[in-house]
C-alpha cells in the first residue's frame, strides 16, 4: 500500500510507517506548497491512501465529487503528541484495507468509515 502524507502530518508518523515498510510520500519532502487539489490528484494518480488533518478535503471528496483511492482525517489535536502517533499508526496498520477507497475520520472516540 502506498501512502501519501499531506504536509500537516507530523513527521514521526511518516518515520513510523517507513519503519514498518510501508511506502510513504510526503508532500512536504515531494511537492511543499502545492494545494488541496493537486494533492488529492496527486495522491489518486499514485493509486494511494491519502492521510491529513486538513477537513477541507471532506469538500473535495463530496461537494466536488473528485476521485480518490481514500482519504484518512486525523483528528486528534486535542490528545497528546505521542498518543496522536500511537493511535494514528494502529489503525493505519489495522485497517488499512478498510481505508481504501473511503473517507475516514479518526478521533479519540474511534474511527468512522464512510
Known amino acids: ?4 502524507a499531506d504536509e500537516n502530518i507530523d513527521y514521526a ?7 514498518r515498510n510501508l511506502q510513504v510520500i510526503s508532500i512536504q519532502e515531494e511537492n511543499s506548497g502545492i494545494n488541496d487539489y493537486n494533492v488529492l490528484d496527486y495522491a489518486f ?3 494511494a491512501l491519502l492521510i491529513t488533518e486538513d477537513k477541507d478535503f471532506g469538500e473535495l471528496a463530496y461537494r466536488l465529487k473528485m476521485k480518490h483511492n481514500g482519504i484518512l482525517l486525523l483528528r486528534l ?3 497528546p503528541k505521542t498518543e496522536r502517533i500511537e ?22 472516540n474511534g474511527l468512522r468509515i464512510r
Open 87 to 108: 493511535l494514528s499508526l494502529e489503525i493505519i496498520l489495522e485497517h488499512h484495507l478498510k481505508l481504501l477507497n473511503h473517507f475516514s475520520v479518526l478521533t479519540k
Open 1 to 4: 500500500m502506498i501512502i501519501v
Open 13 to 19: 508518523l511518516i518515520r513510523e510507517l517507513r519503519q
Open 45 to 47: 494518480k499514485k493509486d
Open 77 to 79: 489535536s486535542d490528545i
